[in-house]
């Protein structure tokens, strides 16, 4: 069992839609949470961060985090052609050095 | 702006042969990685580097070695390329203690046929 779990997607929404995007871990040890964006033929980029659990906004996007469940999930509100990008989840413990990473759900959003 | 930087964009090489991917970051970051990313598979670790001529081994460190004689330079050596090293290649950095915030480069598509 990988410790990360996440649907590969594509999902494929209209412009304006809400999408969620979701993974689940098995390591009730994990503390931070992190979404990273990746655009085709491009490397990732930091897109939320969010330390235990609860709710963040930025913007459109909101990262929520349940701990009890194991679950996190990236919101995106009136999705927008340019959000078209792989989605991966990654998670951390702190005192180690090493991310481990969902394996990206591809997120197309057609005009 | 920070820059992580990667010496090739698309490589193709034979099997057997000695393959240099290098990396190059001009953030003055301690922690730098190498990850392969296959699909399915997401990212997966290879190495890691907390300092200079320090080195640590990921998940898949087989097959592979890396270098880093300067702070800004880690590169990752495939010894000799096999075919099952096909995959995308990405290199990242980080402050120390900044674990969530990975810069990652734009990746080295790499094809060993």
């Known amino acids: 069992q990988k410790e990360v779990e996440q649907d590969p997607g594509p999902l494929s929404v209209p412009e304006g839609a809400i999408v969620s995007l979701n993974c689940t871990y098995s390591?009730?040890?994990?503390?931070?949470f992190m979404w990273y964006r990746q655009y085709s033929r491009k490397g990732p980029e930091l897109l939320m961060y969010?330390?235990?659990?609860g709710n963040k906004e930025d913007g459109r996007f909101t990262a929520q985090v349940d701990k009890s469940s194991k679950y996190i999930s990236l919101f995106i509100r009136d999705s927008q052609p340019s959000d078209s990008a792989t989605y991966l989840c990654?998670?951390?413990?702190?005192?180690?050095?090493?991310?481990?990473f969902g394996s990206g759900t591809r997120l197309l959003v057609r005009p | 702006d920070v820059k992580v930087t990667q010496s090739s964009r698309y490589l193709v090489k034979r099997t057997g042969e000695k393959v240099f991917l290098e990396c190059v970051q001009d953030?003055?970051?301690?922690?730098m990685f190498w990850y392969r990313q296959d699909p399915g598979l997401g990212l997966r670790l290879i190495y890691f580097?907390?300092?200079?001529?320090?080195?640590e081994k990921g998940d898949i460190p087989e097959g592979y070695s890396v270098s880093r004689e300067k702070k800004e330079r880690f590169s990752l050596i495939l010894e000799s390329a096999s075919t099952n090293q096909t995959s995308m290649y990405l290199c990242a950095s980080t402050d120390v203690g900044a674990q969530d915030e990975q810069y990652f480069g734009p990746g080295t598509r790499l094809t060993v046929t």
């Open positions: 953030m003055d970051h301690e922690n």
């Open positions: 969010t330390y235990s659990s």
């Open positions: 990654a998670m951390w413990v702190d005192s180690s050095y090493k991310l481990i």
């Open positions: 580097s907390y300092d200079v001529k320090m080195k």
């Open positions: 390591n009730s040890a994990f503390q931070y």
